[in-house]
């Protein structure tokens, strides 16, 4: 087969008819969720089909553009190459996840102050991958930021004010523990 | 109405998006996060031939698999349909034919997506195959079988041949001619949301509703009453915030199409999704364009003549081919002084995803063309690559030989600023080896003259509703694709209400709800769903301020409002709340509301073609490059971006410095990497990983500075910035690469194995280049002479 879409990706067999299904039970945003799937069912499928949890987004479903994007273990992962079987009982963090209580995580408003959003569509996924490097590194260089985030595509912004905006997080992160 | 920016409220502050808050929280609902209940998926089985007549479609086996709810072939759609009235040439599902591998043939509605998928593989289609025309050159000799039985003859889709002014004439004035030859490698979109509709079909009401993430539902809508055979009022087509577009989701498309159908047929609704490689077959991306350019000059640099030739490959379909065409010679006057210029052009037919409008569409191939033409005429006649621009460059006020009229232009400032900026003074010839810099200016449109199907009517409208709580409400067909289209009508309604951006409530893009606005495309939303903005906002605040004026005891003029208060501008403690005044007036008149619209005026040209070109107003950018080029492994390192944009007024910085950013991005992009290429009749790189795109490590830093000219014809002068500053980036990086390596990379994407192959020829004492050798020999028919009206000039 030369392409891989429609006719490519074509399971031979595993139609919601037919598919064998198991119980799982997934720790997402601090809530717990008993969902069946079948085996092979990504976690990225599984949030949005199963869970209307619709802010993860997706861009190619095989783990190259990053849009896809989620915490595990406050980790970045790709939750299109993640299978839901594979990660129960870990924490997974969603974009419906960074914002706590109705107040907004502080890249979360960096992004809004700086328009590091336009289309918006890979946002949720650089707010994740942005929030994980600042748990790690409070004062990441820009070379740092652009290492984390390179995973993360964005076809809009020209991504520099996704660093700005991950600068201006950590400043203010820093200067409020000061 | 404009006003001096210091009275602004609203207008020139870099305020936060008005859909930021959704977009930043995962609340924002794009088509592929929809789903109502009952619904049910639906996949397409593509063709997987070039180009093949289709002998038989046996779907018996798909429909008896448990799960399957329907399945659809051509025969289901037979009505052609297209963006362009002139490019009606498309089926939601091949018919008797496919055109492209990738091209849609069947459809199916199943329970789920995988059953779906499952249900492809068991369709049998029985193909003949016929030769296939993958390339111009193909296209031009090979004249059966043809693509499609319309066109001038073969796989030509269209020729243009036409002349301004006296052009053998200003070449026999010319001290000095050259002739080069450049190609511009397609490329696609690649926006990270891949196209999505979910269609449903009320029975009862007979009536279909379709959420799709296009730029141009009022288009959809057309072309789903035309195939669907429903009439207008029984279509609602509802865009959903657009996950990127850039021209990509400008037309309407197969899955938009065949959703409604299959919804239709089994009664419930339907979600269709591309995959990503579907979205490269989707494709509509810049044509590649293979260009000769002549150009005619006096000893000092002034140009006495230009003639532009440009082939197109077009792909498969018209799409907005007949406007591309055009569009790869209309804007070349608008940058420069070109008193006698001759366009010849020839838009092909191949067996590829047919290609349309991508960002700046039809005008970056020319543009680097053209700008590196000057570099070499420059370069020629011993001149500052600067000095022969400065000596061309048009001013305010021009009218162009294409009867082209230019308002504001910024060109002269923004090209001050930037020299200024990057130092180019320090660095132009200074640099150490290796190293260069390069400049190129562009300009774009602010929006069509004409639209796309002829019509007398508005293209855009505004609808403004006041509640009495004092907040107010805008209704526009106007889609916002991520280039802050929201945020402009919000803003502009409040600055005219002297309301804040946030109160007002945005209803946006539904064909049932909103009032037209013909669609993101051509940089015009600003100028014309802004015009429409501020006219229902002065319309509404008449008995606003009628009513306030009786309340304050003063006259109307000396009204003002800002800040929620409408106040006596010579005596501001004379004031009332904006809400109250609201009340007082829908006390006085009634419910307050009001409809504004624009409709462009440009004068428009007398002659074929013409269409192409005119706009209310034209953007100009200016680009410095400065490139460190490795000259061993070939590989060329963008180190930074200056970039000056004449946007009229900057409604709101931030917004425009981001449109000025991405588009630097987008275009660094096609001059360094993107291109989608095709191998054995096949599509190279149907996917993310093999498309290369920059990231973050790739992206150089960019300074951008903005230019305001307040444009007479702009929303409170403001003109575009979303699609123009991409188009001087690539010849500014071509530019720079010459200065560094000495080599002439004449054809886009410039990779590192193009670097070394002419630094190989230039060690052999070749000419230093790669790039086309030629253009295929075609006689153009005689140009059509054409000559400004005197009265034009004026
Ligand atoms: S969807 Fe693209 S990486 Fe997961
Ligand atoms: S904001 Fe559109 S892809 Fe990043």
């Not at chain 2, 490590?697 to 979303?722: R, S």
Request: charged share 25%; net charge negative; with cysteine.
């Amino acid at each position: 087969m030369f392409y891989t879409g429609a006719v490519g990706t074509a399971k031979t067999k595993g139609g919601l008819l037919e598919s064998q299904k198991t119980l799982i039970t997934l720790q997402i945003n601090g809530e717990r969720y008993e969902v069946a799937v079948t085996v092979n069912k990504t976690l990225l499928e599984i949030l949005r089909e199963d869970l209307d949890l619709t802010g993860t987004k997706h861009g190619c479903e095989v783990g190259e553009c990053g849009t896809c994007t989620v915490l595990i273990n406050d980790q970045p992962i790709l939750s299109c190459l993640t299978l839901g079987v594979e990660i129960q009982g870990q924490k997974i963090t969603t974009i419906e996840g960074l914002e706590q209580n109705g107040k907004l995580h502080p890249i979360q408003q960096a992004f809004i102050e700086l328009q590091a959003a336009q289309c918006g569509y890979c946002t949720p996924g650089m707010l994740l991958s942005s929030k994980a490097l600042l748990d790690e590194n409070k004062n990441p260089s820009q070379d740092e930021i652009k290492e984390a985030l390179s995973g993360n595509l964005c076809r809009c912004t020209g991504y520099w004010k996704i660093i700005e905006a991950v600068e201006l997080t950590a400043s203010r992160l820093g200067a409020s523990k000061e | 109405m404009a006003k001096a920016k210091s009275e602004f409220s609203v207008i020139g502050k870099s305020l936060p998006r008005v859909d930021a808050g959704d977009k930043c929280t995962g609340r924002t609902k794009y088509a592929d996060d929809l789903r109502l209940p009952r619904m049910v998926y639906g996949k397409i089985l593509p063709s997987i031939h070039p180009h093949a007549l289709i002998k038989k479609i046996d779907v018996s086996r798909a429909e008896k698999l448990p799960g399957v709810l329907g399945v659809i072939t051509g025969r289901d759609l037979p009505i052609q349909f297209g963006i362009m009235p002139t490019s009606q040439d498309e089926h939601a599902l091949a018919l008797d034919r496919v055109r492209y591998v990738g091209e849609p043939v069947v459809a199916v509605a199943a329970l789920d997506e995988e059953t779906a998928e499952e249900a492809l593989l068991l369709i049998d289609v029985q193909y003949e195959p016929l030769k296939a025309v993958m390339s111009l050159e193909d296209a031009i000799n090979i004249k059966e079988p043809r693509i499609h039985d319309y066109g001038p003859e073969g796989n030509l889709h269209k020729i243009v041949s036409i002349d301004f002014g006296d052009v053998d004439g200003g070449f026999g004035e010319a001290d000095h001619i050259r002739e080069d030859v450049y190609f511009y490698q397609g490329n696609t979109h690649l926006p990270m949301e891949q196209h999505s509709a979910v269609a449903s079909w009320n029975p009862s009401e007979e009536k279909m509703t379709i959420w799709s993430a296009t730029q141009t539902p009022h288009y959809v809508h057309r072309a789903l009453a035309k195939v669907l055979e429903l009439p207008d009022h029984k279509i609602r087509v509802v865009a959903a915030p657009v996950g990127g577009g850039f021209g990509g989701k400008d037309d309407p498309f197969s899955h938009e199409i065949c959703a409604c159908k299959l919804s239709m047929l089994i009664g419930r609704p339907i979600k269709i999704t591309l995959t990503r490689e579907e979205v490269f077959y989707a494709h509509r991306g810049r044509h590649p364009v293979l260009m000769w350019v002549k150009t005619g000059v006096t000893k000092d640099g002034k140009i006495t003549a230009m003639h532009f030739k440009s082939f197109l490959d077009g792909g498969a379909y018209g799409s907005y081919g007949p406007a591309s065409i055009y569009y790869t010679g209309a804007l070349q006057t608008v940058t420069y002084k070109i008193p006698n210029y001759r366009f010849q052009a020839i838009r092909a037919f191949t067996n590829k995803p047919a290609c349309g409008p991508k960002r700046a569409h039809g005008t970056p191939q020319p543009r680097f063309a053209i700008e590196r033409q000057l570099d070499r005429l420059a370069e020629d006649l011993k001149l500052d690559p600067i000095a022969i621009r400065q000596k061309n460059m048009t001013g305010p006020n021009h009218v162009t030989v294409n009867w082209l009229k230019i308002n504001s232009n910024g060109s002269k400032e923004c090209t001050e600023e930037v020299l200024k900026a990057s130092g180019w003074k320090t660095k132009f010839g200074k640099l150490p080896k290796g190293k260069g810099i390069g400049f190129a200016l562009s300009t774009y449109i602010c929006g069509a003259g004409l639209p796309i199907y002829w019509n007398e009517l508005p293209q855009s409208e505004v609808q403004i509703q006041v509640d009495r709580s004092g907040l107010v409400t805008a209704f526009s067909g106007a889609i916002d694709i991520g280039q802050g289209s929201n945020t402009v009508l919000a803003s502009l309604v409040a600055e005219v209400l002297g309301l804040y951006q946030t109160d007002v409530s945005l209803v946006t893009a539904d064909t049932d709800l909103t009032p037209i606005d013909l669609g993101t495309y051509s940089s015009r939303v600003t100028m014309m769903m802004g015009h429409a903005a501020i006219d229902a906002a002065m319309k509404v605040r008449e008995p606003i301020f009628e009513a306030a004026a009786e309340e304050m005891d003063v006259s109307i003029e000396k009204l003002e409002a800002r800040d929620r208060v409408i106040f006596d501008k010579e005596n501001p403690e004379n004031k009332l709340s904006f809400k109250d005044a609201a009340q007082l007036a829908e006390a006085k008149f009634g419910p307050i509301g009001a409809v504004g619209s624009y409709k462009p005026a440009p004068k428009i040209g007398q002659y074929k073609g013409s269409g192409v070109g005119p706009s209310p107003a034209y953007s100009f950018s200016t680009c410095v490059a400065e490139v460190d080029c490795d000259a061993e492994t070939g590989e060329v390192k963008v180190e930074k971006i200056w970039i000056a944009h004449d946007i009229g007024r900057a409604l709101n910085p931030l917004s425009v410095i981001g449109q000025v950013e991405g588009s630097v991005y987008m275009g660094l992009g096609e001059v360094l990497m993107e291109e989608q290429d095709f191998r054995k009749n096949l599509h190279k790189i149907p996917s993310l990983l093999d498309y290369k795109s920059l990231t973050f490590k790739e992206m150089p830093p960019v300074e951008t500075i903005l230019v305001e000219t307040d444009e007479p014809n702009g929303p409170f002068g403001a003109k575009e910035a979303g699609q123009g500053p991409l188009s001087p980036v690539i010849p500014a990086v071509a530019n720079a690469v010459y200065n560094a390596l000495g080599i002439h990379i004449d054809e886009i994407p410039i990779t590192p194995e193009k670097v070394l192959k002419a630094l190989e020829e230039k060690k052999k004492g070749n000419p230093p280049r790669v790039g086309p050798k030629g253009i295929p020999s075609y006689n153009f028919p005689e140009p059509v002479k054409v000559e400004v009206p005197a009265e034009w000039k004026r």
